[in-house]
């Protein structure tokens, strides 16, 4: 489970997180949604340790992000994608994935290998196994990040914007991995502005709004009239994204 | 006075063999200016204060001063202390500590030029500081590298002519040999001048060559 407890994060003067409680239990699919600005990106780079806190607590499995130790083994139980890809550009594909299987999970190099190319045939990618990133399109490098992250056997994928660096074909090819993903039963906390994406496969909707979560609701919940939509607040994000 | 290259030929031998010494000597301070490189510019980078102002000073302070002068330090002045070395010792050892100041600066703004995100997603692919450093930063840095470090190491065979001033007899060293026995220096600097231009031309082929290889996912060709 990833419990993050009355976080706090600021930069500088300005307050980003406020004050945030949030439970991901295993099996659950939870979407975060907020408008630009509202602190999505910063609640996920506290939870991979990216950013210190400055009050509160997160802990994923028990074990406390803000401690370098414990930060070693909720990182072995956790994996990012990113919104950019972060794929590391002097490596091909495979290489990509099979680099952190090896030299932190002491896999045997050819067996990672053979574990990556079997990872990018699930995506799709067999036949670009040894392409570099540059020669890759948008969409093939999000899902080798995808495989990437996978390839730790992460209990829990923490996904920002993955698919807004992309356009709406190659979008789409990314959010069936992830559709399938979810109906696989891996947890996952994804930040999106893919709202009806958002409907159809999480389990439960939060709501970042300035800093504050404002709403934590089942998704049938959220997106109902007497629930989540009875917040102004919502209705109105909702409705302007779905206009956008 | 006539511009004849054969009186040369008796003495091609002698400086093939400077050549093969400046051939050698530049190799070991490749390799030497390499490591101080990459050493100084993981200190330059690193979180430590007091060991990214050392590498600093190193950098500044080798950068700063006359290699010739260098040179005369370590050949003339260490002696004194009780420190001898021999004279090919000596141009090796000097060559890589005033290459490794250049390489490092190199090394270091590759370092600085890559992008954040990918060491962030190495970070929390759970990867180590010094796994992270050995298998994405240095290899990025590198390659990124290679045309501003092949002129750090043309400078460097240019500059191991000085090495002559210390009574070693590499390219340099030997042609001013054989020019004082055969009275015709105008011959055998011809010949020096051609020797040098060749030797950074290919150097400088070589270089592009290996940065087009280690670049070539570049290159639009899958
Ligand atoms: N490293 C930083 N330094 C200073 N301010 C930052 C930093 N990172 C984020 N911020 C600020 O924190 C606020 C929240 O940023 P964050 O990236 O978490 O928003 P977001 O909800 O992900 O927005 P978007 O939907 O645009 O990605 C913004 O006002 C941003 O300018
Ligand atoms: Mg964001």
């Known amino acids: ?244 | 006075m006539t511009f004849d290259l054969t009186i040369l030929a008796p003495h091609i031998p002698f400086l093939l063999k400077g050549a093969v010494l400046t051939a050698e000597a530049c190799v070991l301070a490749l390799v030497g200016s390499l490591c101080i490189g990459m050493i100084v510019a993981a200190l330059v980078t690193s979180a430590s204060p007091i060991l990214s102002r050392i590498a600093y000073i190193y950098v500044d302070l080798f950068r700063n001063i006359p290699f010739i002068v260098q040179l005369f330090f370590f050949f003339y002045g260490l002696p004194e202390i009780g420190i001898y070395l021999d004279a090919f010792a000596t141009g090796v050892i000097a060559l890589s500590i005033a290459g490794g100041a250049f390489t490092s600066d190199v090394i270091r703004s590759g370092i600085l030029s890559i992008d954040t995100g990918i060491l962030e997603a190495a970070e929390v692919s759970g990867l180590s500081k010094p796994t992270i450093f050995r298998k994405i930063v240095m290899p990025i840095a590198l390659r990124t590298s290679v045309r501003p470090l092949g002129s750090v190491f043309i400078n460097l065979i240019l500059t191991s002519s000085i090495l002559s001033t210390i009574t070693l007899n590499e390219l340099t060293g030997s042609a001013k040999i054989v020019a004082s026995d055969t009275f015709r220096p105008f011959e055998i600097y011809a010949v020096l001048l051609v020797a040098y231009a060749s030797l950074t031309y290919l150097v400088s082929l070589a270089i592009g060559a290996l940065h087009r290889y280690l670049n070539r996912d570049q290159s639009g060709v899958a």
């Open chain 1, 1 to 244: 489970m990833i419990s993050v407890r009355g976080v706090r994060k600021a930069f500088g003067a300005a307050t980003v997180l406020d004050g945030i409680d949030l439970d991901v239990h295993s099996g659950e699919v939870v979407s975060i949604l907020g408008s630009s600005g509202s602190g999505k990106s910063t609640l996920i780079r506290c939870m991979n340790g990216l950013e210190k806190l400055d009050a509160g607590c997160i802990t994923i499995d028990d074990f406390d992000v803000s401690r370098p130790k414990e930060l070693t083994e909720a990182r072995k139980r956790s994996a990012t994608v990113f919104q950019l890809f972060n794929l590391y550009p002097h490596m091909t594909a495979v290489q990509n994935i099979a680099l952190a299987p090896v030299e932190v999970l002491k896999i045997p190099p050819k067996q990672a290998e053979a574990d990556a190319r079997a990872l990018l045939e699930s995506v799709g990618l067999s036949a670009r196994a040894d392409a570099f990133p540059s020669q890759l399109s948008g969409g093939q490098r999000q899902r080798v990040g995808i495989c990437r992250a996978l390839a730790m056997k992460p209990r829990y994928l923490l996904l920002d914007e993955i698919t807004s660096a992309l356009d709406p074909e190659m979008t789409s090819d990314v959010l069936a991995i992830l559709a399938k993903l979810a109906s696989d039963g891996t947890t996952m906390v994804f930040v999106t502005h893919e709202i009806e994406f958002a409907r159809t496969i999480s389990s439960r909707v939060v709501f970042l709004d300035k800093g504050q979560l404002v709403v934590d609701l089942p998704t049938a919940e959220f997106f109902a009239a007497d629930g989540g939509m009875a917040k102004p607040r919502i209705a109105q994000f909702l409705s302007k994204m779905r206009k956008d």
